[in-house]
């Protein structure tokens, strides 16, 4: 039985684990922090008792690969999915909303454009014809924001409709964002009838992660927390195990390497034949997200979510609805793209943006707000510039043995839950065909 050793447990090395763990792999992950889940990790709040997730993440119906993994560990009710894209809109006193109708195709968002209050009717035609030149073209090389800017989108346009898509998809502006990522967005998720009805995690994602455990336990492999890795073993330029920090080392024939460059470039230290692609990736720049909580004294959201524009409020979740309690009082604001807060101190943060939600929320301005919670990642997701596809690297590597996994390897996907699960199942493949390649399988195994 090949022996495989996943070095992280976020999406990618848990969906390369279950991937090997399904095949016949004896798997062994090792997870340095004390919680499965990375970024997406989840811990109990002392107060509430909740379990609550570092960052709050959703999913679009076209992340395909992250529904068949959720299905495959018998998490897939963690997710709950709206039967078609609504997504309501706070502008400026008015609700306005980017609903799908029946038209075929592109068409389907075309009746929302069209009646989309925070634009004049003749912002809203062009940003129609730009979204079909944006749908049929190619190439990349521009930012999003100069290919705006060329097919006439207005100041406002770009305000109240792209930069806010671009920031909650992208977790960047439109401006730093290359055409070819917003394409893929576009063309992949709001182009598609269904492609980006929005999924809501109703479980915390703690949840996702001790299925994902149990299911690789269930067939005979190990999953490790509080067990940081310190360097992957060779033998001349093969891989044969890692070491622990703790002194243990763990033997295998492929060690596939789940983690973000950083923690990667300590792994491989002094391997000139990372070097490369290390130095490549490290022209790869990283963009924060932050939550803030508010817990609310009485119900101040009907919706589960909406999205603000000409606001500093981005996305509100209304996470008691979301789980399924009645509610609408703990609320999770949700900033990307979020450079210019991340340094700042969390009273500030809930003072400035507690403002803004009551300007935008009418129901928000006689409740009292009974607690606060600020949770920042510094390093949320890459900023997919123009270019940046050209930084990731394959799940190969010039290194006999070692495969690399995680949202910034080459998936062609943004920095997402999507492109994670997507470049585990990369490395768990090229994990098995290496092995077949050794011959370590006898047929009919
Ligand atoms: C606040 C926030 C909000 C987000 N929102 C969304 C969203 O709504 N939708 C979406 O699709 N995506 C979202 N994302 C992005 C998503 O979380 C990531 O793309 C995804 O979780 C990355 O998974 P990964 O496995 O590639 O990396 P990670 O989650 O970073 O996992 C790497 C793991 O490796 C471990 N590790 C590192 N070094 C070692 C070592 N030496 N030994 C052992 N283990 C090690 C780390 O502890 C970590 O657990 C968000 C991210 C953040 C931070």
Redo the contacts with the bound molecule.
């Keep these: 039985m090949p022996r495989v050793v996943v070095?992280?447990?976020?999406?990618?090395?848990m969906a390369a684990a279950c991937r090997l763990a399904e095949g016949g792999a004896d798997v062994a992950v090792?997870?340095?922090?004390p919680r499965l889940?990375?970024?997406?990790a989840s811990f109990r709040e002392r107060e509430s008792g909740e379990d609550i997730d570092?960052?709050?993440?959703?999913?679009m119906r076209c992340?395909t690969a992250a529904t068949d993994f959720l299905t495959r560990i018998g998490a897939r009710s963690a997710v709950r999915f709206q039967d078609s894209l609504s997504i309501p809109i706070l502008c400026a006193g008015e609700r306005s909303s980017l609903r799908s109708s029946r038209l075929p195709g592109i068409l389907h968002l075309a009746p929302a454009l069209l009646r989309y209050r925070p634009l004049s009717f003749v912002e809203r035609l062009r940003a129609l014809r730009a979204g079909a030149v944006l749908a049929l073209g190619w190439g990349d090389g521009d930012t999003f924001a100069d290919w705006l800017a060329r097919r006439g989108q207005s100041e406002p346009a770009l305000r109240r409709l792209w930069e806010p898509i671009s920031v909650a998809t992208l977790n960047a502006s439109a401006e730093e964002v290359g055409v070819a990522a917003a394409r893929k967005v576009f063309r992949d998720g709001f182009f598609v009838p269904h492609g980006a009805d929005m999924g809501l995690f109703a479980r915390p994602l703690a949840e996702v992660f001790d299925a994902a455990r149990r299911y690789v336990e269930a067939r005979g492999g190990a999953v490790e927390v509080g067990?940081?890795?310190s360097r992957i073993a060779f033998d001349g330029s093969r891989a044969v195990g890692v070491e622990l920090s703790d002194g243990r080392r763990k033997d295998a024939d492929v060690v596939i390497v789940?983690?973000?460059p950083e923690?990667l470039s300590?792994?491989a230290a002094g391997r000139a034949e990372l070097a490369s692609t290390l130095e490549t990736a490290r022209r790869l720049t990283w963009a924060p997200?932050f939550?803030v909580h508010l817990w609310f004294d009485r119900p101040v959201l009907d919706d589960d979510f909406v999205m603000a524009v000409d606001s500093l409020v981005q996305a509100v979740f209304a996470l008691d609805r979301v789980r399924g309690a009645a509610g609408g009082r703990h609320l999770v604001l949700s900033q990307s793209a979020a450079e210019a807060w991340i340094s700042r101190a969390d009273g500030e943060i809930v003072r400035d943006l507690t403002a803004a939600l009551r300007e935008v929320l009418p129901t928000a301005r006689d409740a009292g707000i009974a607690r606060s919670l600020v949770l920042r990642?510094r390093h949320?997701?890459f900023v997919p510039g123009p270019g940046s596809d050209a930084l990731r690297p394959t799940a190969k590597t010039a290194l006999e043995g070692v495969f690399l996994?995680?949202?910034w390897t080459a998936t062609g996907w943004p920095?997402?839950?999507?492109?994670?699960v997507r470049?585990g199942i990369n490395a768990a493949a090229g994990a098995v065909l290496e092995i077949q390649q050794r011959c370590l399988f006898t047929p009919g195994d």
């Excluded at 070095?7 to 090395?13: H, L, P, S």
């Excluded at 090792?30 to 922090?33: A, G, K, Q, T, Y």
């Design positions: 070095v992280g447990a976020g999406f990618a090395g090792f997870e340095r922090s889940g990375g970024r997406a570092y960052g709050h993440h959703v999913l992340c067990a940081p890795v789940a983690v973000p923690p300590v792994l997200i939550n990642h949320a997701t996994a995680g949202d920095s997402t839950i999507e492109g994670a470049s």
